[in-house]
């Protein structure tokens, strides 16, 4: 799956797994990134609010996020 930024220079993490429905709430997407529930670049990122740029590769519940510009 690919993610337009739309004109924004990055988008967060927590707000990504939102806003493509992969989780229910803000403090779920908080627990199972901070459980290593999430992938960035296929390496574990921990971070809840990480930046993510054009070129970045999530991978979380079974899903590949490519960010675009």
């Known amino acids: 799956m690919e ?4 004109g924004q220079d990055y988008i967060q993490l927590n707000n ?4 493509l429905s992969l989780v229910g709430t803000g403090g779920e997407a908080k627990m199972r990134i901070l459980d290593g ?3 960035l670049n296929g390496e574990v990122c921990e971070v809840i609010r990480k930046k993510l740029y054009p070129g970045d590769v999530i ?4 899903e590949e996020i490519i960010i675009k510009e």
């Open 3 to 6: 993610v337009q930024l739309n």
């Open 16 to 19: 990504l797994l939102k806003a």
């Open 37 to 39: 529930e999430a992938f």
């Open 59 to 62: 991978e979380f519940s079974g």
